[in-house]
C-alpha cells in the first residue's frame, strides 16, 4: 500500500512538471510566439528595402530560423548603432545586420557561429588620386556611424587608422556615398559586399583592390538568453549544414 501511494506521488508531480514545461511561457522571447530581430536595412545584399519590406540575406536567413523554432520573425530597423543596446536592454531577441563579431562588442552581448565574411574595402571617385590605403592620410574619410570601417578609420595612427578628426561618421552607407558624390568625403570604408550594391547602383564610383580587413559575421543576443541562442545557434548550424544558407546568399550574391 505505501509502495501504491508513492507511485501515486510521484506520477501526480510528473503531470504536474510536464504541464508546467508544456504550456508555460519559457521566456525565450520577449514577446511570446515572436522573433523579434534589429537590423538596418541601408546594407544590400544583407538588408534592404524592397517597397515597404526589409529583404536580404539576413532577413531571409533569420525568416528560416524563425521557422525551424515556429516563431514568427519581426524585423526592426533601426540606427545600427542602437542594435546592441536594443538586444542588451531585451526590447529585441536578436541583432542581425552584417554584423561583424569584435572583442568589444562580445563584451557586450553573445554571438552565434558565424555565418558570413566581410572585408573592409575603400570606395573612391573613379578619376581619384587615392589608389591604396597608402594615399589614405589626410584624406576625408566618411563611414557608417559605430560600424567596424569607422571604428578602425577614426583609430590612431599607431593603431593603424587615420585619426578620428579626418572620418564623418554618416547615419548610413547610402548617406556616406550620397558624402563621396558629393565631394564631401574623399573615400568611404564599409563592407565589400554593400561596396558593390553602392558602385553598382552609383556612376563614376570603384572599390580599391586592396583589403582592408577580414572579419566574421555573426548573430548577437542578450548575454541573459542563453537559450534563445542556442536554439537560434542550432537552426543555424543546420542551414548551414544542409545549404539552405548557401541557396540564400546565392540569390542575392551572384558569383563573378
Ligand atoms: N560589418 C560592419 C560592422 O559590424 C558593418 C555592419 C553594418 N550593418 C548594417 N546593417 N548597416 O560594424
Do not use: H
Not at 30 to 36: A, F, M, P, S, V
Not at 122 to 134: A, G, L, M, T, Y
Amino acid at each position: 500500500m505505501k509502495v501504491f501511494a508513492k507511485i501515486l506521488c510521484l506520477c501526480l508531480s510528473l503531470t504536474v512538471l510536464v504541464l508546467c514545461c508544456g504550456c508555460g511561457d519559457t521566456g525565450l522571447t520577449t514577446e511570446e510566439g515572436k522573433l523579434t530581430m534589429a537590423t538596418n536595412a541601408e546594407f544590400p545584399p544583407y538588408e534592404f528595402r524592397e517597397g515597404d519590406k526589409i529583404v536580404g540575406i539576413d532577413a531571409e536567413v533569420a525568416g528560416l530560423i524563425a521557422e525551424k523554432l515556429g516563431l514568427e520573425l519581426e524585423i526592426a530597423d533601426v540606427d545600427f548603432e542602437s542594435i546592441i543596446p536594443g538586444v542588451q536592454s531585451g526590447k529585441y531577441d536578436m541583432g542581425m545586420a552584417g554584423m561583424t563579431v569584435t572583442e568589444d562588442r562580445q563584451k557586450k552581448v553573445n554571438f552565434s557561429t558565424s555565418y558570413a565574411k566581410g572585408i573592409q574595402v575603400v570606395i573612391v571617385k573613379e578619376d581619384s588620386d587615392i589608389k591604396s590605403i597608402d594615399d589614405l592620410t589626410g584624406k576625408k574619410i566618411g563611414a557608417q556611424q559605430g560600424t567596424t570601417g569607422y571604428i578602425y578609420a577614426s583609430d590612431t595612427p599607431e593603431n593603424g587608422g587615420y585619426g578620428e578628426e579626418n572620418v564623418i561618421g554618416y547615419q548610413n552607407g547610402a548617406l556616406a556615398v550620397e558624402a563621396l558624390k558629393g565631394g564631401k568625403v574623399d573615400c568611404v570604408i564599409i563592407d565589400n559586399e554593400p561596396a558593390k550594391a553602392y558602385v553598382a547602383a552609383n556612376e563614376g564610383l570603384k572599390i580599391l583592390d586592396t583589403e582592408f580587413t577580414n572579419e566574421d559575421y555573426a548573430i548577437c543576443f542578450s548575454k541573459k538568453n542563453d537559450e534563445l541562442q542556442k536554439k537560434v545557434n542550432d537552426a543555424l548550424e543546420e542551414l548551414i549544414a544542409d545549404g539552405s544558407l548557401q541557396k540564400v546568399v546565392d540569390k542575392y550574391i551572384k558569383a563573378e
